[in-house]
């Protein structure tokens, strides 16, 4: 029996089955929807997801947004991770109990943000080299999202569908010998010990996705806020990708700069002794924090303040509250180039 050969109708992606009919500015034009409407789209299904069990307005938004998600996975065929968005919305649409749906929604939010600021490294490279950047970022972040479903199905003991799912790895990756080891202790039913398989699967293909994305945690990040939670909260939010220096204080941070150079800061506006505008001023003051990226953390959001915060130079404005997948798309924007 003659195999059905994939390679002749699509892309050679995992994970993506791009038809080859696509042309490149196709995919793109569905790439560059994606990067612009992710990020806003996570935080409003974030913000629904709030009040899930309280109001059913909430609820019935949830769900519309999770379709328009499914919608722009399916636009750049990422096909695990649309697979993924489809296994929420079924709970979601069965009354599963809240805090599984936030279990499941956590780590796809997640996945989902950082398969977009990957894209964002590929979009601002030149065209001959962004066809390239594109297909090596999406097969690491696209394998990631299968690793991904095959671990959610270990999850519900879906064993058979997920055997099927790691034969395809294997086939598509047959040089890939941890897929085949994987398979052969899921075939002698040994789970246990495919499960930590698949951990270390993930965190290698996370990895990838990571060094793809150009994230360099030499890179430095100067946060300045007076109120410790919020020092805490940029903290854990951007560490994992970039080194940051937290400080309670417009004096504070100008000592840093004695002997730290950021590549990017994030400041409040209202602050004692010091505040954010005045701050600003003194940074783009200096020789070599000119064209540093500038962004402004605050409650404050009304035109005046705005206005003011790009009259001392800053590049980007967020408002509190802000989830720390959207702080960090937005410091990926900089510093992922």
Not at 81 to 86: D, M, N
């Amino acid at each position: 029996m003659e195999l059905f050969d994939g390679s002749k109708y699509y892309h050679k992606i995992p994970g993506l089955w791009v038809p080859k009919t696509s042309s490149y500015n196709q995919i793109h034009t569905g790439i560059n929807l994606f990067i612009d409407t992710i990020p806003n789209l996570t935080q409003t299904i974030e913000d629904n997801f709030v009040n899930f069990n309280k109001h059913h307005d909430q609820q019935a938004k949830f769900v519309r947004n999770m379709e328009m998600m499914r919608v722009l996975l399916k636009d750049v065929h990422a096909r695990g991770l649309e697979s993924e968005a489809g296994r929420i919305l079924l709970f979601a649409n069965q009354n599963h109990k809240i805090d599984l749906l936030q279990k499941m929604m956590k780590p796809f939010i997640t996945d989902v943000l950082s398969l977009s600021v990957a894209m964002q490294k590929a979009q601002n490279s030149e065209k001959g080299e962004k066809e390239e950047a594109l297909g090596e970022i999406e097969i690491n972040a696209n394998m990631l999202k299968n690793i991904s479903a095959i671990s959610n199905l270990f999850e519900d003991t879906e064993y058979g569908k997920a055997q099927t799912m790691i034969i395809d790895l294997v086939e598509y990756d047959p040089a890939e010998t941890a897929f085949a080891s994987l398979l052969g202790l899921t075939v002698a039913k040994k789970y246990v010990e495919a499960k930590v398989a698949l951990a270390t699967l993930k965190e290698k293909y996370n990895e990838a996705v990571i060094q793809l994305a150009g994230v360099d945690l030499s890179k430095k990040i100067l946060a300045v806020d007076d109120m410790p939670e919020i020092l805490s909260f940029v903290n854990n939010a951007l560490r994992n990708n970039y080194k940051v220096i937290a400080v309670p204080s417009g004096k504070a941070a100008l000592k840093v700069l004695e002997s730290q150079k950021p590549d990017l800061f994030i400041l409040d506006i209202d602050m004692p002794e010091m505040n954010g505008y005045e701050l600003a001023e003194r940074i783009r003051n200096m020789s070599d924090y000119a064209k540093t990226p500038l962004v402004f953390l605050t409650g404050n959001s009304t035109r005046e303040h705005i206005t003011k915060a790009m009259q001392v130079g800053c590049d980007d404005f967020i408002v509190k509250p802000a989830s720390h997948e959207y702080l960090l798309t937005k410091v990926g924007k900089f510093l992922n180039k």
